[in-house]
């Protein structure tokens, strides 16, 4: 269950071909996207060979990290839900943003999660980083030291935001994902999004990235899948891309399907957050860069560990995100190499 | 012209069986148009039964997908009202409820059954009482259902298929809490969590949608009808049209079958009848020229082609009829060869045909194209000549006469000049009988030939009349006794020389005279052979020998008979059949009948006698040559000849104790008889004497007066036997 990380030192990892932009601020100012070339696609990103992009955007202006006195580095426990690739990237990444790190899974069935905690608490560790939804609630219950939670979209239900706990967002930035989807189909203008309930700040970025991209937005909350499909129906008439967040309360696999089919018939995009649903008929997907996550885990644990942890807001924001398109019929391999199709802000 | 008759006749039945039989038999029109109908009928009616089960199969299976596609979608409709108040939701609802006449009533109910709301498209159900809940079993029901691939219950009346309740499950489903961020297409079901939120239960009613249906249906079916009438009635009008060249053919084969060969067939428009009707052309035809044929062989000889006896009778019935109508003269003449046997006994009979043949081509060119002539028989011919009275007669005798000497007939590098011997008579008025006049004609020709042959002779109705007379009345006699069947058999024994025992019995034929006596056959057989009876009396002996031996048989087992038949009883070609058929109605068995020809036909040999002959030895009858040695034929013949017995003729035996070339003769005959493997019969033994030497002379049998005298019956009769052949038993006993 508890295991380390061996350090392979501190080169960047699995970004070597990827393009580095600017996001939030830096976006405007620097506009200048590059293109991945096919070359630069992960071998496991080719997802039913429909994939034809990756972008990866990346500040070039590091956020400036706390002032700080030389300290020793922080110890670390990070805490997976379960190893599915999703979670064990993001550790791996930590690995490279911290020299004291301890894993512990919650999927080892083995051993009780209380016995991690055990672990945990006993050893001099600084900061546990909860990497998915179960982890996270563990942590909130059973860590002694302040916790840090990422990969977890809907942190409000759970009451994960005590006041020595920090998470990091599950979720491309909006802004990011719309201006990907919007260079990706520049024809866009009335989108649709439906969520569950708790998530107005997300909306509220949602239409606030509309606005800025001239796009329409119709957002719908909703408390099921009958119902996330109800809405999704009425306003699919209107709309030209769909926005599906990762929220699984109002998402089930009958609902995924006829959103997808729907959207097909009736030639809507849409967007999804994780690269894996192209293969169902998604067109886009913008999800978020393992070391990303992992660099901003290692900024928020940096500020709790130095104390500055007031300053930090209640979910850290992303900074990069990885696109990918779906290929229309007809797209081949060196269409997609030699086409950029997204651009940064 | 039996065959023809024949045919003829069974055409006639046929025609009038289907006279007898049209009015109780089925047309064929009709039938046909019945078949047509049924058949039609039934395939309607299957139609229709097809259209409609298969339109009632269709309404259910389509209430089915539409309640099926209505759930889901009120399922869907319903599910936001039970998480809050949404008004537009519900006015979504109803809106679609109105929408479908079909959807009676939806309700919707929470988890537990409780009734929520309800929407109604039934004006008249304005009761505002609350819906009642779900029972405990329709819960458990619909809650079976969730997630299945049938989500709903289905309840309906198996009756009634118009009308039906649906009970659906409404339940949310949702991923698993980290489902998004690992997710795999394939389990994405496997990582779903069900919740069950309520029901909805929807009530249809397709009664308008099913009558007007079947309003539907009823219209086809009308419809169907109307085709089915208007296919029987075209098709009735079609078959009739198609059907009327058969029709047509029923006048003329009735015309055919009445007899009447030229009957004309119209050509058919269709194929099959067309080949019946040029069937029945060639049938036509083919009986036209058989007619043809068989009215020449009929009428004609066939050997010269000329008219034959009953042809000519007829015509000179015709003349006699005319004569009696428009008074006048004819004249007729009876031509016989003279020596034409000796042209025939010398050359064969082949060399005679030939002459005949050439006497009858010269005689045509000697009369008047007016005359006609025929040939009776042998070489005997007969000529009419209309309008003749005796002076004419007498030219046209001559000039026949005349130009028959002229006429020289070469064979075998001899060369014979041929006469003919003529008589004539005159038929007038007072003389009208064709009977008498033959026997006029042939009395006087038979008067020339007395008088030295090569002449012409007129018959003198003062001179000749009681012979004539005498004639004639044979010929009614012997018609009337056969006829009446009053010719009488007699039974002569024949015997063996040497035993002295009854070999066989010679049928003997009798008629009674005028006064009721007896009568032998010679007194009246020439009149049935120059008035054509003696086929018949043939066959009526041959029929009674039969009927004898039948009666006989029981009282004497070996009995065994021998029938005499003249050359005329072989003119017809079914002699054998005759004698097979009659043999057989009696039992007679065939080698227990001996077949006496004379020597003459025999000698002669012609075709159709010795194919007959055959086939009468085929059927095991034994055959005798009669009158032996009367004839000219050399001994060298008998060798050749398939006979059983020779019968020495009378002539031989009569001065047989004081003459010894008759002696020898006899001793000849035996000795090639016995070389030939025939068996000898000697006529007319009256004495002790002439028994003893015929026995001598190597005779085998011996029948006359001093074996047995004909009898009615076939008697035993023993017979002296020399001393000689009673040693010969003495000395085989010992």
């Given at each position: 269950m508890h295991f380390s990380m061996p350090r392979p030192g501190r080169q960047p990892r699995a970004l070597a071909l990827v393009v580095l932009a600017t996001v939030l601020g830096a976006c405007a100012s620097s506009p200048e996207p590059t293109a991945g070339t096919a070359d630069s696609l992960p071998a496991d990103s080719s997802v039913s060979t429909t994939l034809s992009d990756i972008i990866v955007v990346k500040p070039t202006d590091p956020t400036p990290t706390s002032p700080s006195l030389p300290q020793k580095p922080p110890q670390v426990a990070v805490v997976l839900t379960s190893r599915t690739p999703a979670f064990e990237d993001v550790a791996t990444a930590l690995s490279d943003q911290f020299d004291d790190l301890s894993i512990y899974d919650l999927g080892d069935k083995s051993q009780p999660p209380i016995n991690a905690f055990k672990l945990i608490n006993d050893s001099p560790t600084d900061v546990v980083v909860a990497i998915g939804l179960r982890a996270a609630r563990s942590s909130a219950a059973l860590s002694a030291v302040p916790v840090v939670f990422s990969q977890v979209f809907n942190y409000h239900d759970h009451g994960l935001l005590k006041q020595d706990s920090r998470g990091v967002a599950a979720i491309a930035p909006m802004q990011a994902q719309l201006a990907a989807w919007k260079t990706a189909e520049p024809g866009l203008t009335t989108i649709g999004l439906v969520v569950g309930p708790g998530h107005d700040e997300l909306l509220e970025e949602a239409e606030l990235a509309a606005v800025q991209h001239n796009v329409t937005l119709l957002t719908s909350v909703v408390t099921s899948d009958q119902q996330a499909l109800y809405d999704f129906k009425r306003m699919v008439r209107n709309i030209d891309g769909f926005w599906l967040l990762p929220d699984n309360r109002i998402l089930s696999g009958r609902a995924l399907n006829e959103i997808f089919e729907h959207s097909k018939r009736r030639g809507v995009s849409v967007l999804v957050p994780t690269p894996a649903m192209l293969s169902s008929g998604a067109t886009i997907s913008v999800s978020t860069v393992a070391s990303d996550i992992a660099e901003r885990i290692h900024d928020v644990v940096q500020s709790i560990v130095s104390g500055d942890s007031s300053e930090l807001p209640p979910v850290t924001p992303l900074q990069a995100v990885q696109v990918e398109v779906a290929a229309r019929p007809g797209d081949n391999a060196s269409n997609a190499s030699s086409a950029p199709r997204a651009s940064s802000q | 012209m039996t065959v023809l008759t024949s045919a003829m006749d069974t055409l006639r039945e046929g025609v009038a069986t289907i006279r007898g039989q049209r009015s109780g038999k089925r047309m064929l029109v009709h039938e046909i148009m019945s078949i047509q109908i049924l058949s039609a009928a039934l395939v309607g009616l299957l139609a229709i039964a097809a259209l409609y089960w298969g339109g009632q199969w269709i309404l259910k299976n389509n209430y089915s997908r539409w309640a099926l596609q209505w759930t889901e979608e009120l399922n869907e409709l319903g599910s936001p009202l039970y998480l809050e108040d949404d008004q537009e939701s519900l006015i979504r609802l109803e809106r679609f409820v109105e929408s479908y006449a079909e959807i009676d009533r939806v309700a919707y109910y929470d988890r537990n059954g409780n009734s929520l709301f309800a929407v109604s498209n039934d004006t008249n159900d304005t009761s505002d009482k609350p819906l009642a809940g779900l029972s405990d079993e329709q819960l458990a029901d619909a809650t079976s259902v969730v997630g299945q691939v049938k989500p709903y219950v289905l309840e309906g009346n198996a009756i009634d298929p118009r009308r039906f309740e649906i009970l659906a499950p409404v339940w949310v489903e949702a991923l698993d809490q980290d489902g998004l961020f690992d997710f795999d297409p394939g389990a994405v079901d496997a990582a779903t969590s069900t919740e069950l939120v309520g029901f909805v239960a929807i009530h249809l009613d397709f009664i308008l949608f099913h009558d007007r249906l079947l309003a539907n249906i009823r219209i086809a079916i009308l419809a169907l009808l109307v085709l089915l009438i208007g296919f029987a009635l075209y098709g009735r009008h079609v078959l009739q049209r198609a059907l009327r060249s058969i029709s047509e053919l029923e006048q003329p084969i009735r015309e055919l079958a009445k007899g009447n060969l030229a009957v004309r067939f119209e050509p058919a428009p269709h194929r099959e009848i067309s080949d019946i009707v040029d069937a029945l052309k060639t049938t036509a035809s083919s009986l036209s020229e058989r007619n043809a044929k068989l009215v020449k062989l009929a009428n004609h000889?066939?050997?010269?082609?000329l008219y034959n006896r009953r042809r000519f009778i007829e015509e000179l019935s015709a003349n006699l009829v005319d004569i009696v109508r428009n008074g006048g003269n004819s004249a007729l003449f009876f031509i016989d060869l003279d020596q034409f046997k000796y042209v025939n006994d010398l050359c064969g009979h082949p060399a005679g045909d030939r002459l005949i043949r050439k006497v009858a081509d010269e005689l045509s060119r000697s009369v008047p194209d007016r005359a006609t002539i025929a040939r009776f028989g042998g070489d005997e011919f007969v000529v009419l000549l209309p309008n003749a009275d005796h002076a004419k007669a007498r030219k046209a005798a001559d000039d026949i006469t005349r130009r028959m000497r002229r006429v020289a007939h070469i064979e075998n590098e001899h060369v014979f000049h041929i006469h003919c011997s003529i008589g004539v008579t005159i038929a007038s008025e007072s003389n009208i009988h064709e009977d008498d006049l033959v026997a006029q004609a042939d009395m006087a020709c038979r008067e020339a030939k007395a008088a030295g042959r090569n002449r012409v002779r007129f018959f003198d109705l003062n001179e000749s009349g009681d012979s004539v007379d005498l004639e004639v009345g044979w010929m009614n006699r012997l018609r009337n006794a056969l006829d009446y069947d009053t010719l009488e058999l007699m039974f002569q024994p024949i015997n063996d020389i040497r035993s002295g025992r009854t070999t066989h019995h010679e049928v003997l034929i009798r008629a009674r005279g005028d006064d009721g006596s007896l009568v032998s056959p010679d007194a009246f057989l020439p009149a049935a052979v120059r008035f054509g009876l003696m086929s018949e009396i043939d066959l009526w002996v041959i029929r009674h020998s039969a009927m004898a031996y039948a009666k006989h048989r029981q009282s004497n087992p070996d009995l065994r008979l021998a029938i005499n038949i003249s050359a005329n009883a072989f003119e017809s070609e079914d002699l054998p059949s005759y004698v097979r058929e009659t043999f057989d109605e009696f039992s007679v068995p065939p080698e227990h009948i001996v077949f006496e020809i004379t020597e003459s036909l025999a000698i002669r040999r012609p075709a159709n006698v010795e194919r007959q002959v055959g086939l009468l030895r085929e059927m095991g009858c034994k055959l005798a040559l009669d009158d032996f040695g009367t004839g000219y034929s050399s001994l060298s013949y008998l060798q050749k000849l398939p006979f059983d017995y020779i019968k020495i003729d009378g002539a031989f035996v009569v001065d047989l104790l004081d003459n010894p070339v008759d002696q020898k003769l006899i001793r000849l005959i035996a000795d090639i008889g016995r070389e030939a493997g025939m068996k000898t019969i000697a006529e007319y033994v009256e004495d002790a004497n002439a028994l003893a030497l015929l026995e001598e002379l190597g005779v085998d049998m011996v029948q006359g007066f001093l074996v047995g005298r004909p009898e009615a019956e076939p008697r035993i009769a023993a017979s002296p036997v020399s001393l000689g052949s009673h040693r010969s038993r003495k000395q085989s006993k010992g």
């Amino acid at each position: 269950m508890h295991f380390s990380m061996p350090r392979p030192g501190r080169q960047p990892r699995a970004l070597a071909l990827v393009v580095l932009a600017t996001v939030l601020g830096a976006c405007a100012s620097s506009p200048e996207p590059t293109a991945g070339t096919a070359d630069s696609l992960p071998a496991d990103s080719s997802v039913s060979t429909t994939l034809s992009d990756i972008i990866v955007v990346k500040p070039t202006d590091p956020t400036p990290t706390s002032p700080s006195l030389p300290q020793k580095p922080p110890q670390v426990a990070v805490v997976l839900t379960s190893r599915t690739p999703a979670f064990e990237d993001v550790a791996t990444a930590l690995s490279d943003q911290f020299d004291d790190l301890s894993i512990y899974d919650l999927g080892d069935k083995s051993q009780p999660p209380i016995n991690a905690f055990k672990l945990i608490n006993d050893s001099p560790t600084d900061v546990v980083v909860a990497i998915g939804l179960r982890a996270a609630r563990s942590s909130a219950a059973l860590s002694a030291v302040p916790v840090v939670f990422s990969q977890v979209f809907n942190y409000h239900d759970h009451g994960l935001l005590k006041q020595d706990s920090r998470g990091v967002a599950a979720i491309a930035p909006m802004q990011a994902q719309l201006a990907a989807w919007k260079t990706a189909e520049p024809g866009l203008t009335t989108i649709g999004l439906v969520v569950g309930p708790g998530h107005d700040e997300l909306l509220e970025e949602a239409e606030l990235a509309a606005v800025q991209h001239n796009v329409t937005l119709l957002t719908s909350v909703v408390t099921s899948d009958q119902q996330a499909l109800y809405d999704f129906k009425r306003m699919v008439r209107n709309i030209d891309g769909f926005w599906l967040l990762p929220d699984n309360r109002i998402l089930s696999g009958r609902a995924l399907n006829e959103i997808f089919e729907h959207s097909k018939r009736r030639g809507v995009s849409v967007l999804v957050p994780t690269p894996a649903m192209l293969s169902s008929g998604a067109t886009i997907s913008v999800s978020t860069v393992a070391s990303d996550i992992a660099e901003r885990i290692h900024d928020v644990v940096q500020s709790i560990v130095s104390g500055d942890s007031s300053e930090l807001p209640p979910v850290t924001p992303l900074q990069a995100v990885q696109v990918e398109v779906a290929a229309r019929p007809g797209d081949n391999a060196s269409n997609a190499s030699s086409a950029p199709r997204a651009s940064s802000q | 012209m039996t065959v023809l008759t024949s045919a003829m006749d069974t055409l006639r039945e046929g025609v009038a069986t289907i006279r007898g039989q049209r009015s109780g038999k089925r047309m064929l029109v009709h039938e046909i148009m019945s078949i047509q109908i049924l058949s039609a009928a039934l395939v309607g009616l299957l139609a229709i039964a097809a259209l409609y089960w298969g339109g009632q199969w269709i309404l259910k299976n389509n209430y089915s997908r539409w309640a099926l596609q209505w759930t889901e979608e009120l399922n869907e409709l319903g599910s936001p009202l039970y998480l809050e108040d949404d008004q537009e939701s519900l006015i979504r609802l109803e809106r679609f409820v109105e929408s479908y006449a079909e959807i009676d009533r939806v309700a919707y109910y929470d988890r537990n059954g409780n009734s929520l709301f309800a929407v109604s498209n039934d004006t008249n159900d304005t009761s505002d009482k609350p819906l009642a809940g779900l029972s405990d079993e329709q819960l458990a029901d619909a809650t079976s259902v969730v997630g299945q691939v049938k989500p709903y219950v289905l309840e309906g009346n198996a009756i009634d298929p118009r009308r039906f309740e649906i009970l659906a499950p409404v339940w949310v489903e949702a991923l698993d809490q980290d489902g998004l961020f690992d997710f795999d297409p394939g389990a994405v079901d496997a990582a779903t969590s069900t919740e069950l939120v309520g029901f909805v239960a929807i009530h249809l009613d397709f009664i308008l949608f099913h009558d007007r249906l079947l309003a539907n249906i009823r219209i086809a079916i009308l419809a169907l009808l109307v085709l089915l009438i208007g296919f029987a009635l075209y098709g009735r009008h079609v078959l009739q049209r198609a059907l009327r060249s058969i029709s047509e053919l029923e006048q003329p084969i009735r015309e055919l079958a009445k007899g009447n060969l030229a009957v004309r067939f119209e050509p058919a428009p269709h194929r099959e009848i067309s080949d019946i009707v040029d069937a029945l052309k060639t049938t036509a035809s083919s009986l036209s020229e058989r007619n043809a044929k068989l009215v020449k062989l009929a009428n004609h000889d066939s050997l010269t082609g000329l008219y034959n006896r009953r042809r000519f009778i007829e015509e000179l019935s015709a003349n006699l009829v005319d004569i009696v109508r428009n008074g006048g003269n004819s004249a007729l003449f009876f031509i016989d060869l003279d020596q034409f046997k000796y042209v025939n006994d010398l050359c064969g009979h082949p060399a005679g045909d030939r002459l005949i043949r050439k006497v009858a081509d010269e005689l045509s060119r000697s009369v008047p194209d007016r005359a006609t002539i025929a040939r009776f028989g042998g070489d005997e011919f007969v000529v009419l000549l209309p309008n003749a009275d005796h002076a004419k007669a007498r030219k046209a005798a001559d000039d026949i006469t005349r130009r028959m000497r002229r006429v020289a007939h070469i064979e075998n590098e001899h060369v014979f000049h041929i006469h003919c011997s003529i008589g004539v008579t005159i038929a007038s008025e007072s003389n009208i009988h064709e009977d008498d006049l033959v026997a006029q004609a042939d009395m006087a020709c038979r008067e020339a030939k007395a008088a030295g042959r090569n002449r012409v002779r007129f018959f003198d109705l003062n001179e000749s009349g009681d012979s004539v007379d005498l004639e004639v009345g044979w010929m009614n006699r012997l018609r009337n006794a056969l006829d009446y069947d009053t010719l009488e058999l007699m039974f002569q024994p024949i015997n063996d020389i040497r035993s002295g025992r009854t070999t066989h019995h010679e049928v003997l034929i009798r008629a009674r005279g005028d006064d009721g006596s007896l009568v032998s056959p010679d007194a009246f057989l020439p009149a049935a052979v120059r008035f054509g009876l003696m086929s018949e009396i043939d066959l009526w002996v041959i029929r009674h020998s039969a009927m004898a031996y039948a009666k006989h048989r029981q009282s004497n087992p070996d009995l065994r008979l021998a029938i005499n038949i003249s050359a005329n009883a072989f003119e017809s070609e079914d002699l054998p059949s005759y004698v097979r058929e009659t043999f057989d109605e009696f039992s007679v068995p065939p080698e227990h009948i001996v077949f006496e020809i004379t020597e003459s036909l025999a000698i002669r040999r012609p075709a159709n006698v010795e194919r007959q002959v055959g086939l009468l030895r085929e059927m095991g009858c034994k055959l005798a040559l009669d009158d032996f040695g009367t004839g000219y034929s050399s001994l060298s013949y008998l060798q050749k000849l398939p006979f059983d017995y020779i019968k020495i003729d009378g002539a031989f035996v009569v001065d047989l104790l004081d003459n010894p070339v008759d002696q020898k003769l006899i001793r000849l005959i035996a000795d090639i008889g016995r070389e030939a493997g025939m068996k000898t019969i000697a006529e007319y033994v009256e004495d002790a004497n002439a028994l003893a030497l015929l026995e001598e002379l190597g005779v085998d049998m011996v029948q006359g007066f001093l074996v047995g005298r004909p009898e009615a019956e076939p008697r035993i009769a023993a017979s002296p036997v020399s001393l000689g052949s009673h040693r010969s038993r003495k000395q085989s006993k010992g």
